[in-house]
């Protein structure tokens, strides 16, 4: 049985996002994925106009002269959301958790999905894969992805974003938009995220605390870590510490925005003190540009 106020949030979380889908975000996801899932149908001789990145080479050079590939749109996409539920995202120091936020942000493109007639599904993992929903249409299935999202009760504490990949390799053979959404306190993913990215639409939504980034000076503080359980007293009075704790901060922020930069990996930055509306059409826009 779901206890009611879980209820309540996927209600006012439907409510909220339904809203910005329909004034917002629809149009903006339809120019955006729609059309960009292409199936090959066949090939033909080039024609003045015909954008040249869809030269088949191979074919140019036996027949001596050029040939495009051509290519249908494909009715409908299949959106994943690859969602970390790791210890690190029961975290929140302003308005909400670090996991609410990203339930939420979650349901916006879910519900954008299915406006457009889409598939939605999703995994949830931590150290492992702790949940899989196959891809469906319709709204009374993403009301089921946005209550497992709210309701799953995590069985591992750390975050294993190479296995997460792998998983989605396996249930899903056709090429799909991929949502990864996590906060990549982790390591050792980049092989499976280039393999992820050459396979599917990758997008990488990195979720964020201001005091994951920040230190504020009020003396000593007990500190756990959230996916080790190992505690730590940290004298946040200390103007040293609290720079290389920053300074750190930074250096791993610098390095995730590295990688997804040299895999040609879009990525969505939101902060837990800030609206996730501006970041995300920020998003929409970029690549709409891009795509015309």
């Known amino acids: ?25 629809s149009g903006e996801y339809h120019s955006v994925f729609k ?8 090939v033909r001789e080039y024609q003045i106009g015909d954008d040249i990145r869809t030269i088949d080479w191979n074919v140019t050079a036996r027949m001596g002269h050029p040939f495009v590939k051509v290519f249908d749109e494909e009715r409908e996409l299949t959106v994943m959301l690859v969602v970390d539920v790791s210890s690190s995202s029961d975290f929140g120091t302003v308005e909400q958790m670090k996991g609410e936020l990203a339930a939420e942000i979650c349901a916006l493109l879910a519900f954008s999905a299915i406006k ?11 150290d492992r894969v702790e949940k899989y929903v ?45 949502f990864l959404v996590s906060d990549f306190i982790a390591s050792g993913y980049e092989k499976a995220l280039q393999i992820a990215n050459k396979r599917h639409d990758l997008v990488t939504i990195t979720i964020t605390d201001p005091r994951e980034q920040e230190l ?77």
């Open 35 to 42: 059309g960009r899932g292409m199936e090959f149908a066949e």
């Open 116 to 126: 457009n007639n889409d598939k939605v599904g999703l995994i949830i993992f931590s």
């Open 216 to 292: 504020p000076s009020i003396g000593l503080i007990e500190f756990e870590d959230a996916e080790t359980g190992e505690t730590f007293l940290v004298d946040t009075g200390d103007a040293d510490l609290r720079d290389e704790f920053s300074s750190q901060a930074e250096q791993r922020k610098q390095d995730r925005e590295r990688v997804f930069k040299s895999m040609n990996i879009d990525t969505v930055s939101i902060n837990t003190q800030q609206s996730y509306i501006d970041p995300l059409i920020r998003f929409f826009k970029m690549r709409a540009k891009r795509f015309r």
């Open 134 to 178: 196959a891809p469906k249409k319709g709204k009374s299935h993403v009301l089921r992805v946005i209550r497992e999202l709210l309701y799953h009760e995590p069985q591992g504490h750390q975050t294993n974003i190479t296995e997460a990949l792998e998983f989605l390799s396996r249930v899903t053979q056709r090429r799909a938009v991929v």
């Open 1 to 25: 049985m779901i206890p009611k106020e879980i209820l309540k949030k996927v209600k006012r979380i439907e409510i909220q996002t339904r809203g910005l889908v329909n004034d917002v975000f």
